[in-house]
C-alpha cells in the first residue's frame, strides 16, 4: 500500500502543472455565456449614446456554472491525435479507483483524473510510465526468481554430490557391496540426477585402478547407466554427443563398441573424430577394424592419437598391408605411415606400387615409406618417375636417395644438381655431398665447371648449424 501511495504522489506532483492549466482555462465560477440580448444592447449604446440598460435595471436570474465540453473538431492537437481516449467508462473506472487512496490524496487524485481528459496526452504518458514500472517489476521478480532457482540447484547439486561420492567411497572400501550401492542409487528421485552420478563414476574410474576400477564399471554396468551414455550421442548438441562417446569408451558398457560404431561416420567432424579415437579404446581385440568401417574422411588428428594410443599402451600392431587396397583414401595413407612407422619391412612389395596411384600424397608416403624400410628395389620407379612427379615428391625422391643410394646414382644426382630449381638443386647437392667420397668429389667437380655457382650451397651443407 505504501508503495501505491509513493507511486501515485509521484504522478501527481508530475501532472500538476497540467491540473492548474486546466483550471486557469475552464473555471465554474465564473464562465457564464454572452447572449445575443447584450451584444444588440451594445450596439444600440455605441449609435444613440444612450445607456437604457441603466435607465431601466433587468435583473437576471442566477444561473449555474456550466463546464464547457470541449469540440472535438476544434480541440487541442492531443485531442484529436486520441479521440477516443476520453471515454466515459475508462474515466469512470480511473475515478473507481479513488477508494484506494486516503481522502487527503483522494480529491486530488478525482481532480487529476478530471482534467487529464481536457489533455489526453498526460492521460497516455501516465498509462506509458506506469507500464514502464510495471516491466521494471516484473523483469526484477523474474531476475530474483531466477537468482533463487539456480542457488537452490547449485546447492542441490553439491549435496548430491556429497552424497554419490559418500555411497561409492562405502563400495570402494567395501562397507557396502554392488547390490546395496544399487539399491540405495535406484531411489526415483536420484534417477533425475544420473547424470551427475556418471561424472563421478568417471572421475572415480580414472584415481582407481585394479579392483576398485572393476567395481566401478560393474556398477555402470548393473545400473544400465550405458543407455543414458548412449543417448547422449544423439543429443541436439556435438558437445552433448562427444561427452557421450567418452563415457562410453571409459566405463565400457556391454556393446559398446557398436554404440561407437554407428557414429564413425557421423557428418559431424569432432563427433566422427572422437568416435574414430575411442575405438580402439573399447575394442581391445580388433582395435583396427574400424578402418574397414570408414566412409567419411579420416582426420590427421584421429590418425594421430590412435597412434599415440598404440604407442603408450603397447598394443600390438596388425598388418596394415590389407588396408593399403582399401577404397577409402585417407585410410590408404594412414596405412602407409603405419607401415612406416612400424617398420613393417614384409610389405616392400605392396609399398613400391603405391608408387604409381594417382593421388600426390598416397606416392609421397610411399617414397618416404621406401626411404625409411630402406627399399632399393625401388629405385629405378622413382628414377623414372621423377620427371613427371610434382616438384614436393621430387624433393622427397631426392632425400631418399640418401638412404637408398649408391655411386651407381651419382649420374641421376648430377642432373638434380644441374636443375634451375633452387630447392632441387640444393637437395641434390645435400645428397651427393652424403652419399660418398665420390660423390663429393663429383660434387666438387660439378661447381668447377658451373664456374662456381654451387659454392654457396656447398658452403650451406658443410655448415654444422644446417
Not at 442566477?62 to 480541440?75: F, M, Q, T, Y
Not at 566401478?216 to 557421450?244: C, P
Request: charged share 20%; with cysteine.
Amino acid at each position: 500500500m505504501r508503495i501505491k501511495l509513493l507511486i501515485l504522489s509521484f504522478f501527481l506532483a508530475a501532472f500538476s502543472p497540467f491540473t492548474e492549466k486546466a483550471s486557469a482555462q475552464v473555471n465554474p465560477g465564473k464562465a457564464i455565456h454572452a447572449t445575443p440580448n447584450t451584444q444588440s444592447t451594445n450596439n444600440f449604446v455605441h449609435k444613440t449614446g444612450v445607456d437604457t440598460v441603466s435607465q431601466t435595471p433587468k435583473t437576471y436570474p442566477s444561473e449555474p456554472a456550466i463546464l464547457l465540453k470541449p469540440d472535438r473538431n476544434k480541440g487541442t492537437f492531443t485531442q484529436r491525435l486520441f479521440p477516443g481516449i476520453s471515454s466515459e467508462n475508462l474515466r469512470k473506472l480511473l475515478l473507481g479507483w479513488s477508494n484506494l487512496f486516503p481522502s487527503p490524496i483522494r480529491s486530488y487524485y478525482d481532480s487529476l483524473v478530471e482534467k487529464a481528459f481536457l489533455f489526453p496526452l498526460a492521460l497516455f504518458l501516465l498509462f506509458l510510465i506506469l507500464a514502464l514500472i510495471g516491466n521494471l517489476l516484473v523483469v526484477t521478480g523474474i531476475l530474483f526468481l531466477s537468482n533463487r532457482i539456480m542457488n537452490f540447484e547449485r546447492k542441490e547439486r553439491v549435496r548430491l554430490r556429497i552424497f554419490f561420492e559418500k555411497t561409492l567411497t562405502d563400495l570402494m572400501l567395501q562397507v557396502t557391496d554392488t547390490q546395496e550401492t544399487i539399491q540405495i542409487l535406484s531411489h526415483p528421485y536420484l534417477k533425475e540426477n544420473y547424470n551427475l552420478l556418471i561424472d563421478i563414476l568417471m572421475e572415480f574410474q580414472k584415481s582407481f585402478r585394479g579392483d576398485a576400477d572393476r567395481q566401478i564399471i560393474e556398477l555402470y554396468q548393473e545400473m544400465d547407466l550405458g543407455k543414458i551414455s548412449y543417448d547422449k550421442t544423439f543429443a541436439l548438441f556435438f558437445y552433448r554427443q562427444i561427452q557421450g562417446i567418452h563415457e562410453l569408451a571409459n566405463l565400457h558398457p556391454y556393446h559398446a563398441t557398436e554404440m561407437i560404431a554407428s557414429r564413425l561416420n557421423d557428418p559431424d567432424d569432432i563427433v566422427r573424430t572422437e568416435s574414430q579415437i575411442c575405438y580402439p579404446h573399447v575394442n581391445k581385440k580388433s582395435p583396427f577394424e574400424f578402418l574397414s568401417i570408414l566412409e567419411m574422411p579420416f582426420s590427421e588428428w584421429a590418425q594421430l592419437n590412435i597412434y599415440y594410443y598404440i604407442k603408450i599402451h603397447e598394443m600390438p600392431v596388425p598388418s596394415f598391408d590389407k588396408w593399403l587396397g582399401s577404397g577409402h583414401i585417407n585410410v590408404v595413407n594412414f596405412s602407409l605411415l603405419m607401415i612406416t612407422l612400424f617398420q613393417q619391412q614384409e610389405h616392400s612389395q605392396q609399398v613400391i606400387s603405391m608408387l604409381k596411384i594417382p593421388n600426390e600424397t598416397t606416392r609421397r608416403l610411399a617414397i618416404v615409406a621406401c626411404g625409411e624400410l630402406h627399399l632399393f628395389n625401388s629405385k629405378s620407379i622413382l628414377k623414372e618417375s621423377f620427371s613427371t612427379e610434382t616438384a614436393k615428391n621430387q624433393l622427397e625422391i631426392t632425400r631418399v636417395f640418401q638412404s637408398i643410394g649408391d655411386d651407381s646414382d651419382i649420374t641421376f644426382l648430377e642432373t638434380i644438381v644441374r636443375n634451375e630449381s633452387i630447392p632441387l638443386r640444393l637437395e641434390g647437392c645435400r645428397t651427393l655431398y652424403f652419399l660418398s667420397e665420390n660423390g663429393k668429389n663429383h660434387l666438387e667437380l660439378i661447381n668447377r665447371s658451373l664456374e662456381d655457382a654451387l659454392s654457396l650451397c656447398i658452403s650451406h651443407i658443410k655448415d654444422p648449424r644446417n
